[in-house]
């Protein structure tokens, strides 16, 4: 089939497009089913012994070392409550630097003597379990030739049961070291720096009081944007297939200009994708709340709500693995690229952050009275002092090829680092930088005007779109992850920079105190200090504006444009020392990440660049000469028999072929010319010799997409892509 014939062809099957069966039955509710394939604190406190069930909640609700001791019980009671869900493996599922989840599955069944089987699962093997670590990224933290590496248990983690037609899986989440104890993966950090934040938030609490405060944990709220395409269209684009991206594609006649897309009637098909994945969602614990259409046409948004970071990082990467599985059923592919369409907005993942205890609820509440709140304030402050002084590592924590065709955009905030506060926490700082602060500003109301309409409540600040870490109320929403990425690498940094901003604080307040400063003065003093060695990062205005990044020069902000920008800020010293001082990276560990970046960069290009060589020369090219070939023998049959013809039609797609001849040969040399020898070497090389040569590639492709005739365009096209669902 050629490639015009096999677009026509996706054309007709869209068309012809038959939703699946319903998955759900005419008696079930949600509440039922939420959370029943998973082996949560219910299904234990019924299953396992008191003093059993007692220990593991220490551990999950405490922080408390997990006895070994236990193990032996929770996978005995773990194994029966799988084998009556229909499980017949158990996977320990971790999160290696691929930014993916892996699994390795075995079965319950081992052969007896008598010639049959026997369903075990022991409690070491509950807690350990050893992969082969020698093919995932590692950044030196090992040879390639040594393969051992350990899953470790995460108790704080509820193991589920995966479901799939043909058998179901025991899926336990676990931890991955090396054999020197050194993390290859997302979880391990995380919780290492969810630990350290939480023991300097204890020194707050206490100071203010709380003489046995509750374990203090990192919540998270990941909001998940995401394209759908009808699969017959995926499977007809190599680019999209392989990269995840159009390399290819002419701007729409119709794009998202007239903003009707935005919280839009939700389309049939698209409804039907949704509420099954809620409904598979809702199965494994995961608390889906929102839904809706995003700005760009074929893009859309879920919400889940807060969960602890850990298990916030373990939910979107199964909530990610669960819409691609249901997308294929409904006959489409769900794409999670940061920027899948040129032209239209990209796709984000937005960590909303806040940090608390089951006690006190969110520590980043302000009250009616935000000037009165001193505890409210001094944890506001950390944050501001931690996004100020760290504020490359933040950077550096959402970098990656990808992503940087989207910070900066129109959908996505600058890669300057600011925060926003609003006019009511702005305005309560600025009058602490002063001296004490004595007045918030209050809430409003809104009179619509229409008599049957209530009084609505107004808040005394609006928001920002514009900011990269704007408070919203009672959390702190970190805006630059892109949509592919794990939510714990910048968990990670978010935790890391506010355990050493609350370690700060507690320690002045501490001196102050013993010093003999009264409680009170000492707040108000470190309070005064941070808005005013800090503030420079607080900015409540437009972060698209032409003026920003002049006026954030100004202020001393970095403004790290690219991956290669802000991978170095992983290396330096204090970057190293931080991460070092409170347990969460070796300085071995962070060169690993740093090394890591470069590489994934430097693949990532790649591969698009040789789809850009493959697809340009082997589909592009020959469509427009086919184009071209019509047009030189229609004009010389018309010459042929006397009739003028049309010369500018025959010169206007040669100009951009030959283009495109050239363009391709060009990014052919920049291919042979990147051997490199250093990480670094190919990053840059990259970057500056592939990419500008794939854009010229693409100029002149996307330049006879709109001149050659449709019926020999062999990709399907934006128009089509966009919006045929």
């Known amino acids: ?65 997990l006895d070994p001791l236990v193990a032996d019980a929770v996978a005995s009671a773990m194994k029966d409550w799988a084998l009556e869900k229909g499980a017949t493996h158990y996977a320990h599922v971790f999160y290696p630097l691929t930014g993916l989840t892996a699994e390795k599955h075995d079965s319950f069944f081992e052969p007896v003597g008598d010639g049959t089987a026997l369903a075990e699962f022991a409690g070491k093997t509950l807690v350990q379990g050893e992969p082969d ?73 206490r100071l203010f009081g709380h003489t046995d405060p509750a374990r203090v944990v990192s919540f998270c709220g990941p909001e998940q944007e995401y394209f759908l395409v009808d699969r017959h269209f995926f499977l007809a684009r190599p680019d ?26 939700i389309p049939e098909r698209v409804l039907g994708f949704m509420m099954d994945t809620e409904r598979e969602l809702f199965k494994l614990g995961i608390p889906a709340k929102t839904r809706h259409n995003e700005v760009a046409p074929g893009q859309f948004e879920i919400a889940p709500m807060f969960e602890r970071g850990n298990i916030a990082a373990d939910h979107q990467q199964l909530l990610m693995t669960t819409f691609k599985s249901v997308a294929k059923k409904h006959g489409m592919a769900c794409l999670f690229h940061e920027k899948p369409f040129q032209g239209v907005n990209g796709s984000g993942k937005h960590v909303n952050f806040s940090l608390g205890n089951n006690e006190l609820g969110s520590l980043l509440v302000p009250g009616d009275n935000p000037h009165d709140n001193a505890q409210f304030l001094v944890f506001c402050a950390a944050v501001i002092r931690a996004v100020h002084k760290y504020a490359g590592l933040l950077r550096a924590s959402v970098a ?22 609003g006019d009511q926490l702005a305005d309560v700082f600025e009058q602490i930088a002063q001296g004490p602060a ?26 920002n779109r514009t900011s990269p870490f704007a408070f919203t109320g009672n959390r702190f929403e970190f805006r630059a992850p892109g949509s592919m990425q794990t939510v714990a690498g910048p968990m990670v940094t978010i935790n890391t920079i506010m355990a050493e901003s609350l370690d700060y604080a507690a320690t002045e307040l501490e001196a102050a105190v013993a010093g003999g400063t009264d409680f009170d003065t000492a707040v108000q003093s470190l309070l005064t200090q941070i808005i005013t060695d800090h503030g420079a990062v607080v900015f409540n205005g437009d972060g698209y504006s032409d003026a920003w990044p002049i006026e954030a020069e100004k202020r001393g902000l970095a403004n790290l444009r690219t991956t290669l920008d802000a991978l170095p800020e992983l290396i330096t010293e204090s970057a190293m020392d931080l991460f070092d001082k409170y347990r969460v990276f070796n300085h071995r560990e962070m060169h690993s990440r740093y090394e890591i970046g470069l590489e994934q960069y ?27 070939t019509e047009l030189a023998i229609n004009i010389g049959a018309l010459t042929a028999a006397g009739v003028e013809p049309d010369h500018a039609a025959l010169s206007e797609v040669s100009a951009p072929i030959t283009k495109l001849r050239s363009a391709l040969a060009v990014l052919r040399d920049a291919l042979a010319g990147g051997s490199e020898e250093t990480a670094l070497g190919e990053a840059e090389h990259a970057r500056d010799a592939l990419l500008p040569a794939m854009s010229a590639v693409r100029a002149a492709a996307d330049a006879l997409e709109e001149i050659v005739a449709d019926d020999l365009w062999p990709l399907p096209t934006y128009q089509e892509m966009l919006f045929i669902l």
């Open 240 to 265: 999209l297939l392989n990269s995840g991206r159009t390399l290819f594609g002419a701007k729409p006649p119709k794009g998202q200009e007239f903003d009707d897309h935005y919280f839009g009637a």
């Open 602 to 628: 430097a693949l990532t290009i790649g591969v698009e660049a040789r789809l850009t060589l493959e697809m340009g020369a082997t589909v592009i090219l020959p469509a427009a000469v086919r184009h071209q």
């Open 438 to 463: 004595t007045s918030s500003k209050d809430k409003g109301s809104m009179v619509i005007g229409v008599d049957t309409l209530p009084v609505l409540p107004t808040d005394p600040g609006d928001r």
């Open 400 to 421: 990656s090829a990808t992503n940087d065709h989207r910070l900066g955009a129109n959908e996505a905030p600058p890669a300057i680092i600011s925060i926003f506060l």
């Open 133 to 205: 670590a020698s093919s995932f990224p590692n950044g030196g933290l090992r040879n390639t030739f040594e393969a051992r590496g350990y899953t470790g248990w995460d108790v704080t983690s509820p193991a589920y049961v995966l479901e799939n037609p043909n058998g179901n899986t025991l899926c336990i989440p676990t931890v991955f070291v090396s054999m020197t104890g050194e993390a290859l993966d997302h979880k391990t950090p995380l919780l290492r720096s969810q630990q350290a934040m939480g023991e300097h938030a204890e020194r707050i609490l």
């Open 1 to 65: 089939m050629s490639g015009n014939s096999a677009r026509r062809q996706a054309i007709r099957d869209v068309r012809a497009y038959v939703p699946p069966a319903p998955s759900y039955t005419a008696t079930e509710t949600p509440g039922e089913i939420f959370g029943e394939n998973v082996f949560n604190k219910v299904v234990m406190q019924k299953r396992l012994p008191k003093s059993v069930y007692k220990s593991v909640m220490a551990t999950i609700e405490n922080g408390a070392r």
